[in-house]
């Protein structure tokens, strides 16, 4: 393109980072209507506002989500992207591609579509940008003879997504991608069929570090922790302070709950593992020092969402702990008493987080059959406005009753 | 409006491919089984298994807008250097992978001849970090709710930190993120820095597109304030501007109530999230600027102030300390004085409860 032509976009290709204007430029030299978006994106640069119309539902046969319709405004002086539809497309787990499987999806591409891409989307997606109504189909037949398949919008399941886990990394307390790969092809339906008041998102991540950032952008996160002691490798220890770590600094005074004692004669640790909270920071100072202990499993957080509608939410304790073995079929279980009872009573658009909000923890744990725990909470509430129910309580005793009755005995 | 029918055998619901197709034989092969992890240099980290075994990553920023020429080109290095394997990162990284220690180098020249440069690690034992990509969403390029751009932000910005992502020059991990608007496809209300698309304007309800397009009850309920009433008369929606806070629902919900405004419109920041339990716990970005004007094509003033906190913070935390521990041990308005943030009356909640976000003690610095 000429620079000329578009010079507040020539502008974001200069400078040291990956310019995605050159990106575009890159698809304009295959598809030259593509220019057409650089037209229409020049124009939202001079005029600070988008040309995109609002929705417009197309999708492929039998799915109710996996495709975002997208028409733009200026559609007469920009062609090429009349019609410009967002495919999600469900990425492996983990991210891990072979360079085969990646060239297929660009040869369907390339065929159906602008040759714009994102790797990824925020939810995990690949995400392929921009194409017409008619190549929908066409695209989507395409890709699953490719061996792929759309993954979620709208008020469905949304692709889940897990961090990269066992396959290459030594704090993974379990198979992030196994149960990533497991929760996807159990629950297709849910993520093709919007059925739900809303969106809902699994995210896994294999340890408190959590790379997928599960607990603030997944109504249910699943996040790896263990139960037993830290196990130390003292030899390893000395290592790292031959090596110069200061580990009274670096780990010993970071320590959240101040649980690490350190020998700086024998250059030796100590753990008080009773008061350990697994934060991960040691283990993530002295890799090679220092592991997970053996009893190792996930636990559950819920409701972490954006601020729409009523503010932003991290997902909270419900679950301190399931063993690794038991986690597929404990959180499939879960998830299916969690959506049972959100779908009953959800309002539209209204997430678990905020439905919880509104009806109350004691009526979620008790429709989803979890038992209270006070690893739930930061502290106990604060005000002692809550509701007893019948059974709680002994039969009813009407004061006036006794009032009335103590007045008349007065009078007699 | 469905595409057209195509004859041919149908395939649906067979989910993504199965992951264990895609891994490279050094992972099969010691999955589950990795020992530990050291990083050589910038970009490049070792993970080494119990077996022996080492898988060398090699770690590139991309502009998230990929095109599949350049895909193909990456794919090209893959073949060359990771025997047809690659894998991207949460935060819209390329990752190789590959055994042979003596073709790093080499790998890094053709990758960022390509224009990807590689860094974007951290060496926790050494307690040297470099600043990660930053996670966005699609602006002007495919969204139809953003108050601002999303990709041209972060070029922006990226321009301007570009040394911390290429060298391992800060005391703690620090994640900047960007949602163009309140939807946050992004998810970035727990970040160290988030950027987020805010309009200042309630919607201007279009009669005619409301009565062809929207569901008025609906759109009505949905609104978190209370600020819609249904005209049933007129079939059309009405608007209580002082009740409205612009969160952009009505319009995410019907297509004529579009809070757009290109002056007033702008971009909010916010500062001291984090989502990692190491040390600190989890928790929410707080609003540390209400509102900067949408300046295309650089949006310097957003720039500056993300250099402020940025800088203020590298040079001023401990090792390992995030913004949000650093203002933890400094204190809200230590770090108003020390990044010259001008502290403005919308950064005191008035929205649920803004109660528990008041200081109901004396103890508060000078």
Known sequence: MSDEEFPLLSELKKGPWPSFVKEIEKTVEQKPEIKDLLKQLERSYEDKITYWKHGGIVSVKGYGGGVIGRYSFLAKECPGIAEFHTMRVNQPSGYFYTTEALRKICDVWDEYGSGLTNMHGSTGDIILLGTTTKNLQPCFNALAKAGFDLGGSGSALRTPNACVGPARCEFALFDTLALCYDLTMTYQDELHRPMWPYKFKFKISGCPNDCVAAKARSDFAIIGTWKDEIKIDQEQVKKYAEEGVDIQKQVVEQCPTKCIEYDEEKKELKIDNENCVRCMHCINVLPKALRPGDVRGACILLGGKAPILEGPVIGWLIVPFIPADELADTVKDLAEKVWDWWDENGKYRERVAELVERMGMMNFLEAVGLEPDPRMIKHPRENPFFFWREEDLKPRVDPWKIWREAEKALEE | ?366
Not at chain 2, 88 to 113: A, C, G, H, Y
Not at chain 2, 339 to 366: A, C, M, N, S, Y
């Open chain 2, 1 to 366: 409006m469905a595409s057209e029918p195509v004859e041919e055998e149908y395939i649906s619901d067979i989910g993504p491919p199965d992951f264990r197709e895609m891994l490279p034989p050094v992972i099969k092969k010691n999955y589950g089984k990795w020992k530990y992890h050291e990083v050589l240099k910038p970009g490049v980290l070792v993970h080494v298994a119990e077996s022996g075994d080492k898988v060398y990553t090699v770690r590139a920023g991309e502009p998230r807008l990929m095109s599949t020429q350049s895909i193909r080109q990456i794919c090209e290095l893959a073949d060359k250097y990771c025997d047809g394997y690659i894998r991207f990162t949460t935060r819209n990284n390329i990752e190789f992978l590959l055994t042979d220690e003596s073709k790093i180098d080499d790998l890094i020249k053709e990758v960022e001849e390509l224009g990807y440069p590689v860094g974007g690690t951290w060496d926790a034992t050494k307690a040297k970090y470099s600043l990660s990509n930053i996670v966005h969403t699609q602006g002007w390029i495919h969204c139809h709710t953003p108050a601002i751009d999303a990709s041209g932000v972060v070029k922006s910005i990226m321009d301007a930190l570009f040394d911390h992502f290429k060298n391992m020059d800060l005391p703690g991990l620090c994640r900047i993120s960007l949602a163009c608007c309140l939807n946050m496809c992004g998810a970035v209300h727990a970040s160290d820095i988030s950027l987020v698309g805010v309009h200042r304007t309630p919607p201007m309800p279009d009669d005619d597109t409301i009565r062809r397009t929207c569901e008025i009850p609906s759109t009505v309920s949905g609104c978190p304030t209370g600020a819609l009433r249904p005209d049933m008369k007129r079939k059309t929606i009405i608007v209580d501007e002082s009740k409205c806070m612009y969160c952009g629902n009505c319009y995410t919900m019907c297509p004529g109530m579009p809070c757009f405004d290109p002056e007033n419109g702008g971009v909010a920041i916010l500062a001291g999230g984090k989502i990692s339990d190491a040390r600190a716990p989890a928790r929410l970005s707080k609003v540390i600027v209400p509102w900067l004007p949408n300046n295309p094509p650089r949006w310097p003033e957003v720039v500056d102030v993300i250099k402020a906190i940025l800088e203020t913070w590298a040079a001023e935390a401990k090792p390992h300390e995030r913004i949000a521990e650093w203002i933890d041990r400094i204190g809200w308005e230590k770090f108003f004085e020390k990044t010259g943030i001008e502290f403005k009356v919308q950064l005191i909640d008035d929205f649920r409860q803004p109660r528990h976000t008041f200081r109901t003690t004396t103890q508060f610095k000078w």
